[in-house]
C-alpha cells in the first residue's frame, strides 16, 4: 500500500500538517519536536536535513576591494552591461542625469583598458586607454572614490 504525505505551507514547518482523515489509510503527522517529528500511525521517526551556512572567514574583508570595483565598472562598460555598470557607479559620475543619459555617453566608445596604478585607502589611482569607434585612441589619469563598494567620485582628466 502506498503512501503519500503532502506538506504544504507553514503547517509543514510549524505545526502538525494532516493528509486526509484518519481511517483513511493515510498518516497524520505531528510537529516538529526537538528537530525529529514521530508518526503516530506509522511509527517511524524521520530528521529534517539540516544545511550549514558558510560562515565568512575571519579574513574575508566585508566590502569589496576597491581596485576590484573598478575593474568590475570598466568590465561591466566594456560587456555593455550598463545597468551593472550604473550601480557601480555610473549614477554617482553624472549626478542629475538619467539612466538613458548615461549609456549615451559610451556610443563613440569601443572599449576601455583600466591599469591600476595604485590603491591608497579607498581611493584608486588609475591609467585609462580609451578605445573610440572611430578606432582611435584617447587616454586619460586619475583617481576614483569608492566606498561600500561603489563608485562614489571621480577625478579624471586627459592624459
Known amino acids: ?7 504544504t505551507g507553514a503547517g509543514a514547518f510549524f505545526g502538525p500538517a494532516r493528509a486526509n482523515s484518519p481511517g483513511s489509510g493515510t ?9 525529529r517529528a514521530v508518526s503516530p500511525s506509522l511509527g517511524h521517526t524521520w530528521t529534517p536535513a539540516v544545511h550549514a551556512r558558510p ?4 579574513t574575508q574583508p566585508s566590502t569589496p576591494d576597491p581596485a576590484d ?10 560587456e555593455r552591461d550598463y545597468i551593472s555598470a ?3 557607479g555610473g549614477k554617482q559620475h553624472i549626478a542629475g542625469n538619467t539612466f538613458d543619459a548615461f549609456v549615451q555617453t559610451f556610443n563613440t566608445t569601443n572599449k576601455y583598458d583600466v591599469t591600476i596604478n ?9 591609467e585609462l586607454d580609451q578605445l573610440l569607434t572611430d578606432e582611435t585612441h584617447r587616454h586619460f589619469t586619475g583617481t576614483y572614490t569608492v566606498e561600500d563598494g561603489v563608485i562614489v567620485a571621480a577625478d579624471i582628466h586627459p592624459k
Open 86 to 88: 550604473w550601480a557601480l
Open 69 to 78: 570595483v573598478v575593474e568590475t565598472y570598466f568590465s561591466a562598460v566594456n
Open 27 to 35: 498518516a497524520t503527522l505531528s510537529a516538529p519536536v526537538a528537530g
Open 118 to 126: 595604485a590603491v591608497n585607502g579607498n581611493k584608486v589611482e588609475v
Open 55 to 58: 560562515q565568512a572567514s575571519p
Open 1 to 7: 500500500m502506498a503512501l503519500v504525505v503532502a506538506l
